[in-house]
C-alpha cells in the first residue's frame, strides 16, 4: 500500500531505566543506574501500510562525520546518517529525508500516488518541501494539531516498543560492565533494536490503531470517549495462574509452583508452611543467582571484547564535514583515504630508497676516485714501460 507515516523520535543514548538489586543478606542493596550518557541522537522512521518500515536517517549531534562511526560499528550500509549542531531535524535535513523516502518508496509503489501521513512541524510544510512532494506524485496529509497521539501510527504503538529495546540494550551493556554507552555503541546497537521493533504485526496494528487501514474512524472516536475504569485484580487472584505440575526449568515456573505449593500447605499443616516457604524462596534465589552467573559468563567477556575492540579503535579522524551520507557511502571514503595513503607511503618508501641509494654513493665516491687514480697511475707505468721496453728492442735490433 502506498501509505506513508513519518515522524522523528529522540534516544538518549546512554539513558535507560534505572533498577534495585536487592540481595538475600538485608542489610544489602545494590542501586544498578543506566549509563549517564546524555547525549541526545535523532532518529527519523518511516513505516508503510503493507507492514515495512524503510531504512532510517540518524541525526548525530556535531558538524564532523567520524571515521569511527562507521568503520569501527555494524551499522547497515544503506542506513542514512547526517549531522546536527543541535541533533534535531532541520529543514535542510528534511529534505535529505524525502530524496532518501523517495528513492527506497518508488520500487515497491503500486499506484500512481503516494499518501505521506506528517505531523504538522515546520519542517514539513515549507515550499521547498512542498514542490517536490507535488513534482513527485507525494500527497502529504498534515494530522491536526494535539492529535499525534491518536492519529499518528508510529506515536501510537512504535515508538514505545522503541524505546523500549534501546533501554534494554543499555541496561544489559551496563550489567556488562559498560560504563560509556555512547554514540559510537548507540550506532552499533541501533540495527538491532529497530529490528526488535520494527516488526511487520507491530506496524500493521499501528495503522489498524489509528484507523487508517482498514479506514475506520471509529477507532479514533472510541478513544475520545471517558474511559472506564478497569477494576484491579491482583496477580495472585488469577484463576490459573498456578496450576502447572511438571518439573520447572525457569524460574517464573519455580515460582509459580512454588507458591502454589505454599497455599497448598496451609490446608495441610499450618507449621509446614513456614519451613516449605523457606526452601522455595532460598531455590529461587539460588536458581536466579545460576541465571545471572550463567549469563554473566556467556556473555560478559564477549560483549567487553567487542566493545574494548571499539574503544581502542576509535580515533578522531573525520569523513566530512556537515551534510548526510549513506553509511556504504563513508565506508568507501575511508577505504579510498586508506589506499591515498598507501600510494603515498610506498612512493615515500621510493624516495628513501633512492635517497639511500645516492648516499651510499657519495660516501663511497672518494674511494672510488682514489681507486680510479691509481689504476691510471698504474696504468701509466705499465704503458711507460711497455713503451721503453719497445725502444730497447728497436735499438739492439739496429745494432
Not at 531535524?89 to 506528517?118: A, C, M
Not at 529497530?194 to 482498514?214: C, E, M, N, V
Request: aromatic share 8%; glycine share 6%; proline share 5%.
Amino acid at each position: 500500500m502506498d501509505q506513508y507515516n513519518f515522524d522523528e523520535t529522540g534516544f538518549r543514548i546512554g539513558i535507560g531505566r534505572d533498577q534495585w538489586m536487592i540481595s538475600r543478606d538485608p542489610n544489602y542493596q545494590s542501586y544498578l543506574s543506566s549509563s549517564t550518557n546524555r547525549e541526545l541522537v535523532t532518529v527519523c522512521e518511516t513505516i508503510s501500510g503493507d507492514g515495512t518500515a524503510l531504512l532510517p536517517m540518524i541525526i548525530i549531534p556535531g558538524v564532523i562525520h567520524q571515521e569511527a562511526s562507521y568503520t569501527t560499528t555494524g551499522i547497515p550500509d544503506n542506513y542514512l546518517v547526517a549531522t546536527s549542531e543541535t541533533g534535531y531535524s532541520n529543514d535542510e535535513l528534511t529534505i535529505k529525508w524525502l530524496l532518501h523516502l523517495n528513492s527506497f518508496s518508488t520500487e515497491p509503489q503500486s499506484g500512481i500516488y503516494r499518501l505521506s501521513v506528517l505531523d504538522g512541524f515546520g519542517s514539513h510544510c515549507t515550499k521547498q518541501f512542498i514542490e517536490y512532494c507535488d513534482n513527485h506524485k507525494i500527497v502529504v496529509f498534515c494530522l491536526p494539531p494535539h492529535s499525534r497521539h491518536l492519529l499518528q501510527p508510529l506515536d501510537v504503538v512504535v515508538f514505545q516498543p522503541y524505546k523500549h529495546y534501546h533501554a534494554e540494550v543499555v541496561e544489559t551493556a551496563t550489567r556488562k560492565g559498560s560504563g560509556e554507552f555512547d554514540t559510537a555503541e548507540f550506532v552499533d546497537q541501533i540495527d538491532s533494536i529497530r529490528q526488535s521493533t520494527f516488526k511487520s504485526s507491530t506496524i500493521r496494528s499501528a495503522f489498524h490503531a489509528t484507523g487508517l487501514i482498514p479506514f475506520n474512524p471509529f477507532m479514533v472516536i472510541s478513544k475520545l470517549r471517558e474511559a472506564v475504569p478497569v477494576s484491579y485484580i491482583p496477580v495472585d487472584h488469577v484463576p490459573g495462574s498456578c496450576t502447572t505440575s511438571t518439573i520447572p526449568l525457569s524460574i517464573p515456573t519455580l515460582r509459580a509452583q512454588g507458591q502454589e505449593l505454599i497455599q497448598n500447605a496451609q490446608e495441610i499443616s499450618p507449621d509446614f508452611r513456614l519451613p516449605l516457604g523457606q526452601v522455595v524462596h532460598g531455590g529461587l534465589a539460588l536458581a536466579q543467582s545460576g541465571e545471572l552467573a550463567k549469563e554473566h559468563m556467556e556473555n560478559a567477556q564477549a560483549a567487553e571484547h567487542s566493545r574494548s575492540a571499539r574503544r581502542w579503535a576509535q580515533n578522531r579522524r573525520q569523513i566530512q564535514r556537515g551534510g548526510v551520507i549513506y553509511a556504504a557511502g563513508a565506508c568507501q571514503m575511508v577505504k579510498n583515504r586508506e589506499a591515498a595513503e598507501v600510494e603515498k607511503a610506498e612512493k615515500q618508501l621510493t624516495r628513501a630508497r633512492n635517497a639511500k641509494k645516492k648516499a651510499e654513493t657519495a660516501a663511497h665516491k672518494p674511494f672510488l676516485d682514489e681507486l680510479k687514480a691509481s689504476y691510471k697511475a698504474w696504468y701509466a707505468r705499465t704503458a711507460g714501460a711497455k713503451k721503453l721496453a719497445k725502444q730497447q728492442a728497436r735499438l739492439q735490433n739496429q745494432m
